[in-house]
Structures are given as C-alpha cells and as structure tokens.
C-alpha cells in the first residue's frame, strides 16, 4: 500500500454559518458542513469517492503539486 499525505483547508463560512474543507492537492475533492466535525465526516466521504474515481479512471495522483 502507498501512503501519501495532504493538506486540507478549512474555511468558515461568514455568510453561511457552515465550514467548507478542500485539498488544494486534489482538485475538485470538496465539501463542507454546518460544523467542523460535520465537515470532516463529509470530507472523508468526499476523499474516498475521490479515490475511487481515479483508480476507477486508471489515473495516477502526481507527487509535485503548487500551491
């Protein structure tokens, strides 16, 4: 098994009352919720579909990302 590590983002939402989390490594693997923990259950589950989706696609996350 590989093991990568990435950074997340947690926004909070001024307008929304709600947290927003993504990973500027992976594009597009976002969520959010109406608190943290929400967020970070959600983004778990947004992270592994993300996965699925490029192994399923046969695609390969680069190592170098620029942030």
């Known amino acids: 098994m590989i093991e ?3 950074s997340i983002v947690i ?3 001024e ?10 490594q992976l ?3 976002a969520t959010q919720g109406d608190n943290i923990e ?3 259950l959600m983004f ?7 996965m699925e989706s490029v192994i399923g ?3 390969k996350i680069k190592d170098n990302y620029e942030f």
Not at 44 to 50: K, Q, T, V
């Open 27 to 29: 594009k597009g693997c």
């Open 11 to 13: 926004e909070k939402e």
């Open 38 to 40: 929400d967020a970070l």
């Open 57 to 59: 696609h046969g695609e």
């Open 15 to 24: 307008n929304e009352k709600s947290y927003f989390i993504h990973c500027p």
């Open 44 to 50: 778990s589950e947004a992270l592994n579909c993300y």
């Open 4 to 6: 990568k590590i990435f």
